[in-house]
């Protein structure tokens, strides 16, 4: 049974619930990530998800100390990360720093980043 999330995660979660963060995919690769290499803008933004593929996340614990709850998402050379889809965890699992982060190529509205970039300043 999955553990419910703490205060201010649910409080974020609520928070994000309607924002469309215009995540997209074509297989392995970020769309955002395809956009900079395109326009030679790779120092815009960071690399938010491909860092993700090959760790924990941002869980901030190791690969062996993952709780159970986690290990039907987790690959030992994926990590949360699957083609076409980028993290497979459901946003109740992820970090607080997953949860309110944009990258600038994504298409979100400026409202909606407008509460990201608060939310960030705020956790």
């Known amino acids: 049974m999955q553990n419910s999330p703490d205060v201010v995660t649910q409080e974020i979660l609520d928070e994000i619930k309607n924002v469309d963060f215009g995540c997209a995919f074509i297989g392995n690769e970020c769309i955002g990530m395809r956009k900079r290499a395109q326009t030679r803008l790779k ?3 960071k690399i938010c998800c491909r860092a993700c593929a090959h760790n924990v996340g941002y869980l901030g614990i190791k690969e062996e100390d993952l709780p159970k709850e ?4 987790h690959d030992s050379k994926l990590g949360f990360w699957r083609e076409n889809v980028g ?6 699992m992820r970090s607080r720093k997953c ?3 944009t990258c600038r190529d994504s298409e979100v509205s400026d409202a909606d980043r407008a509460t990201l970039l608060h939310l960030e300043a705020t956790t």
């Open 70 to 73: 986690y290990l039907p998402y």
């Open 87 to 92: 993290c497979n965890l459901p946003r109740e």
């Open 99 to 101: 949860n309110i982060y």
């Open 43 to 45: 120092q815009i933004g």
